[in-house]
Structures are given as structure tokens and as C-alpha cells.
């Protein structure tokens, strides 16, 4: 492994952690950073639409907004390179999600898989072309 790719690795890991912090302080905007302009997101398998940022991240947004806190915890990622310009990554997940009852009772939920996305790297760094939410397991819902 040379320094460009140990380099890449890191800055890879870096968009990963980019990615669950913009969705868990709900700074949605920060997303264009993440990916691709032209990016196809699919949450299908969380109930949610396949699209370009533009019409999945309200999606998000909605769906995240009955939440007081979410808190993505991302375990072993898998980098496979395809040239210097492209990577396949897929890294678990597991992120625990605090609603609060009517009464004031707070609930823990939890959603668990693989976040598997298509990489490439552009001017301003690796973003993300595509993303597949690999929902494994859920409990609380």
C-alpha cells in the first residue's frame, strides 16, 4: 500500500463520518459535500425512495424529524479500489434514535446494516455517486 492510497483510505473514512454527522445534527445542507450532484440514493429498503439528492434528502429530513437525537456508529469499512478515480465501499451501521412519548418518556429505536456506496473522486475529493441503505435489522419500531 503506498501513501496516495493510505491517503484516499482516510479521506474516504473522513466522507463516511461527513455523511452520518450531517444527519445527526441534521445539517442537511452539509450533504452536497457528501455526494454527487447527479448521486442516486436508495433507501428502498428503509421504506424510502431511490432518487437524486434533490428529491431524497427531504425524505430524510422528514422522516428523521420525530427524532430528538440520532447518533450513527459506523463499525468496519471494506474499500475495494477500481482505478485511482473510483472505490467501492460498504461500512456497517448501527444508529440508535431517541423519540420522546407524549408524556415526556423518552424511547430508544434502532436500525443496523451496511451503507454501500459507489465512490469517486472529484476536484473537491471522493463523493459519493451512489448509496444503498442495507437495512439488516430494526428494533423499537
Do not use: C
Not at 27 to 33: N, R, S
Amino acid at each position: 500500500m503506498d501513501l496516495q492510497e493510505l491517503s484516499d483510505r482516510q479521506e474516504i473514512v473522513d466522507l463516511l463520518t461527513r455523511y452520518t454527522r450531517a444527519v445527526d445534527t441534521k445539517a442537511y445542507d452539509d450533504l452536497a459535500h457528501v455526494f454527487t450532484s447527479d448521486a442516486v440514493l436508495d433507501y428502498a429498503a428503509s421504506g424510502g425512495p431511490v432518487g437524486p439528492p434533490a428529491e431524497v434528502v427531504p425524505w430524510i429530513r422528514k422522516g428523521l424529524a420525530g427524532f430528538q437525537r440520532t447518533q450513527h456508529i459506523l463499525g468496519q469499512v471494506s474499500i475495494t479500489f477500481d482505478g485511482p478515480d473510483r472505490a467501492a465501499v460498504t461500512a456497517y451501521f448501527t444508529n440508535p434514535m431517541v423519540v420522546v412519548d407524549r408524556e415526556g418518556s423518552e424511547g430508544l429505536w434502532e436500525v443496523g446494516g451496511y451503507y454501500h456506496h459507489d465512490l469517486v473522486r472529484t476536484p473537491n475529493g471522493w463523493r459519493s455517486a451512489k448509496i444503498v441503505d442495507d437495512v439488516q435489522w430494526t428494533r423499537g419500531f
